[in-house]
């Protein structure tokens, strides 16, 4: 380990005169020496490896990607479309076993990718220098917290309703009434989840165009 820093560190100083082929080596203690030590002031990487910030921010557009266009996708793909109000003749019950089926198979690695894409964010803004591209990461970084906040004040009440609808009627069929409200209490989901979906929104497009504006990660 201490040999390959060791030959990064020269190849990172070493001088090629456009004259001629002759690589120059600055004496040790020179200015240029020292300047190549400071990699992390000047952007250097070394050996190509990125930094902690590059490393934050990757994190933040994989996991924001994630979460923002998995809540896409189960909007229109898979089974949830079938629960939509005049999409099927399905009955309630059907719909609800369908809507639980989709929440629970998502619950958890959603959460997960939400909040890691939160603290990747609050680390990129943290460790960010340039005004501008900090303060975006940090708006990113509040709409990534604001999204599990949203979920448990709203989203979640409606959630524990229509599972409460679905095992009352796995003990008893429901009605036309308790039907028509657990239509009702779908559609109030739906409605809820583009808001949730908007909401994610802000976070991948912060750690984009905080990528896009950073220093290459991969240096050839």
């Not at 939509?84 to 309630?92: D, K, N």
């Not at 059907?94 to 959460?111: I, P, Q, V």
């Not at 460790?127 to 004040?153: C, E, H, Q």
């Not at 802000?202 to 991969?218: K, R």
Request: aromatic share 6%; with cysteine; net charge positive.
């Amino acid at each position: 380990m201490r040999r390959t820093a060791i030959v990064c560190l020269r190849r990172l100083t070493e001088v090629r005169p456009r004259s001629s082929g002759i690589l120059l080596t600055p004496p040790r203690g020179s200015n240029l020496l020292k300047a190549s030590t400071r990699s992390k002031v000047t952007g250097i990487h070394l050996c190509n490896m990125p930094s902690p910030a590059d490393i934050a921010l990757v994190t933040a557009l994989v996991t924001s990607s994630y979460f923002t266009f998995s809540s896409i996708g189960i909007s229109f793909f898979g089974v949830m479309p079938a629960t939509a109000r005049g999409r099927t003749a399905l009955a309630a019950a059907d719909r609800l076993a369908l809507w639980e089926f989709s929440y629970e198979g998502g619950k958890l690695h959603m959460g997960v990718s939400g909040i890691i894409s939160a603290l990747a964010l609050s680390v990129g803004a943290y460790l960010t220098s340039a005004p501008l591209l900090r303060n975006v990461l940090a708006a990113g970084a509040v709409a990534a917290y604001t999204v599990p906040l949203f979920t448990t004040i709203f989203l979640l009440p409606t959630n524990k309703d229509l599972i409460a609808m679905r095992k009352a009627n796995a003990v008893k069929p429901m009605g036309s009434r308790e039907e028509q409200r657990a239509l009702d209490q779908l559609d109030k989901w739906r409605a809820l989840h583009r808001v949730r979906i908007t909401l994610g929104l802000f976070p991948w497009l912060a750690s984009a165009v905080a990528l896009l504006a950073a220093d290459p990660i991969i240096r050839l």
